[in-house]
């Protein structure tokens, strides 16, 4: 479970604040080829009926309490350490102390969910309440994936616990990466808007049926010229897609031409609709629609065929920049439940996409 995070002293004679940040970049690219595994470990350990008899009790107290969450919580402590030194150097990203501000408060019993705070302050008062499986079901929630959960009923502490851990590494590596990944284009703006309820209004690509063609849409977007009186004031042509909030490995990809119109907004006959609202409701953990109409926008330029090329990108170049420039700023993406993405046509259907929308859960 020990993450070695090269915060320490040695053999730092004579390197530059820069030199010395890259070790601890180089540190998190390596801890996220391993971290997530070892949170998978600990999850079906914890699930394990077998390990979990009266007499292993005090044993995995040791293990995880004293253990793990310990030597998390010193790890921490000492990249703190490693980076307040660098900090009046200017090279380190200050979401970073955000990050392990949260994981620190995780560790120490303290989960930002409400839903598990009762549950996580009964297990760290009382470790034998995790001889129940129910307890340790919630405990433990399910494996996730790579920046967020896997479609599971449960979404545990552990879960948080690795969230967390991604969020300091992707502090690391993410401002340098996108920097790297823009090949041919750049990023010219990126914000993030929170927009009032709105509907989306559209239809589904399907082979076959015509919306794959530029002379295909034209009639199909008619349609929604004709209805301006329900424009949301966010009135491009947008190529809408969501796996209907689960995990990517259990329901596959779905796109959707279309435009975000008012709330209200009729659906016309053979059209589909999703809506969205401003934010979620304390209790409203159900996977798809409503989303939520927040979200990032980025805005491209450059060589259209660089900013989407798809090889050597998770998906293509403006998704994984996009996405990646938020993980870097630490801003929550609602995966896999309320996860949504849109490629934007600034100029129309007809033309080449030149922005990206990305779901997200911004704070108040």
Same mark, same amino acid.
């Given at each position: 479970? #020990?993450?070695?995070?090269?915060?320490?002293?040695?053999?730092?004679?004579?390197?530059?604040?820069?030199?010395?940040?890259? @070790?601890?970049?180089?540190?998190? %690219?390596? %801890?996220?080829?391993?971290?997530?595994?070892?949170?998978?470990?600990?999850? #079906?350990?914890?699930?394990?009926?077998?390990?979990?008899?009266?007499?292993?009790? *005090?044993?995995?107290?040791?293990?995880?309490?004293?253990?793990?969450?310990?030597?998390?919580?010193?790890?921490? =402590?000492?990249?703190?350490?490693?980076?307040?030194?660098?900090?009046?150097?200017?090279?380190? +990203?200050?979401?970073?102390?955000?990050?392990?501000? @949260?994981?620190?408060?995780?560790?120490?019993?303290?989960?930002?969910?409400? @839903?598990?705070? #009762?549950?996580?302050?009964?297990?760290?008062?009382?470790? *034998?309440?995790?001889?129940?499986?129910?307890?340790?079901?919630?405990?433990?929630?399910?494996?996730?994936? *790579?920046?967020? $959960?896997?479609?599971?009923?449960?979404?545990?502490?552990? +879960?948080?616990?690795?969230?967390?851990?991604?969020?300091?590494?992707?502090?690391?590596?993410?401002?340098?990466? $996108?920097?790297?990944?823009?090949?041919?284009?750049?990023?010219? /703006?990126?914000?993030?808007?929170?927009?009032?309820?709105?509907?989306?209004?559209?239809?589904?690509?399907?082979?076959?049926?015509?919306?794959?063609?530029?002379?295909?849409?034209?009639?199909?977007?008619?349609?929604?010229?004709?209805?301006?009186?329900?424009?949301?004031?966010?009135?491009?042509?947008?190529?809408?897609?969501?796996?209907?909030?689960?995990?990517?490995? $259990?329901?596959?990809?779905?796109?959707?031409?279309?435009?975000?119109?008012? =709330?209200?907004?009729?659906?016309?006959?053979?059209?589909? /609709?999703?809506?969205?609202?401003?934010? @979620?409701?304390?209790?409203?953990?159900? *996977?798809?629609?409503?989303?939520?109409?927040?979200?990032?926008?980025?805005?491209?330029?450059?060589?259209? #065929?660089?900013?989407?090329?798809?090889?050597?990108?998770?998906?293509?170049?403006?998704?994984?920049?996009?996405?990646?420039?938020?993980?870097?700023?630490?801003? +929550?993406?609602?995966?896999?439940?309320?996860?949504?993405?849109?490629?934007?046509?600034?100029?129309?259907?007809?033309?080449?996409?030149?922005?990206?929308?990305? /779901?997200?859960?911004?704070?108040?």
């Amino acid at each position: 479970m #020990e993450r070695h995070c090269g915060a320490d002293r040695r053999g730092g004679g004579g390197q530059t604040a820069a030199d010395k940040y890259k @070790r601890v970049v180089d540190w998190a %690219a390596k %801890a996220r080829g391993q971290n997530p595994d070892v949170f998978d470990a600990l999850t #079906e350990w914890v699930l394990d009926d077998s390990e979990w008899s009266e007499d292993k009790l *005090s044993e995995n107290e040791q293990i995880l309490l004293q253990g793990v969450f310990a030597r998390f919580k010193e790890q921490n =402590a000492r990249l703190r350490t490693y980076l307040k030194e660098l900090e009046p150097s200017a090279t380190v +990203n200050e979401v970073v102390f955000k990050a392990l501000d @949260r994981f620190d408060d995780e560790l120490s019993g303290r989960p930002g969910d409400e @839903r598990l705070r #009762e549950l996580v302050a009964r297990v760290f008062s009382d470790f *034998s309440v995790m001889r129940e499986r129910g307890v340790r079901e919630q405990f433990a929630g399910g494996k996730t994936g *790579s920046f967020g $959960v896997d479609y599971v009923d449960v979404y545990g502490y552990i +879960n948080y616990l690795k969230d967390c851990d991604a969020a300091v590494q992707w502090a690391l590596i993410m401002p340098d990466l $996108v920097k790297i990944q823009q090949k041919g284009f750049q990023i010219d /703006s990126f914000e993030y808007k929170k927009m009032p309820a709105m509907r989306f209004i559209g239809k589904e690509l399907l082979e076959g049926d015509g919306l794959d063609s530029v002379e295909g849409r034209k009639k199909f977007f008619q349609t929604l010229d004709n209805m301006p009186e329900h424009k949301s004031g966010f009135d491009y042509d947008v190529l809408f897609q969501h796996h209907y909030g689960k995990n990517v490995d $259990v329901e596959r990809w779905h796109g959707f031409w279309g435009r975000f119109m008012k =709330a209200d907004a009729p659906v016309p006959e053979g059209f589909i /609709s999703f809506d969205f609202v401003p934010a @979620r409701d304390v209790n409203n953990f159900v *996977s798809g629609a409503p989303f939520l109409s927040q979200f990032a926008f980025a805005i491209f330029s450059g060589d259209m #065929e660089a900013m989407h090329k798809q090889e050597g990108y998770d998906s293509d170049a403006m998704y994984d920049t996009t996405r990646n420039t938020m993980l870097g700023q630490g801003v +929550n993406i609602p995966y896999p439940d309320k996860y949504w993405v849109a490629e934007v046509f600034l100029d129309g259907y007809d033309k080449w996409s030149t922005a990206f929308m990305f /779901s997200a859960e911004l704070e108040n």
